[in-house]
């Protein structure tokens, strides 16, 4: 394989886009907010359908009232 920096460089790489200094107290924030609400999840048939899998709708309630939707199967 060949790489664009020697071995020990990659292992201390850390991207382009380092982490953000305050990363992880904005994800401990984050998280604290979402486990003080209840989401009100509800699974709905998805309008389309497949013949291996079960294909749903998934609603929820966000942070400050925030409603998101993502549809899987």
């Known amino acids: 394989m ?3 920096m020697p ?3 990659l ?3 850390e991207g ?4 953000p200094k305050d990363f992880d107290a904005f ?3 984050s998280l604290a ?3 003080k609400i209840n989401p009100k999840v509800e699974l709905k048939p ?3 359908q497949t013949s291996y899998a079960e ?10 009232g925030a409603a998101g939707s993502m549809p899987s199967c």
């Open 46 to 48: 998805a309008d389309f």
């Open 11 to 13: 292992k201390k790489y």
């Open 27 to 29: 994800w401990d924030k």
């Open 16 to 19: 382009r886009n380092p982490k």
């Open 55 to 64: 294909c749903l709708d998934m609603y929820f309630t966000g942070v400050g």
């Open 2 to 4: 060949l790489f664009d």
């Open 7 to 9: 071995l020990d460089q």
């Open 33 to 35: 907010e979402m486990r």
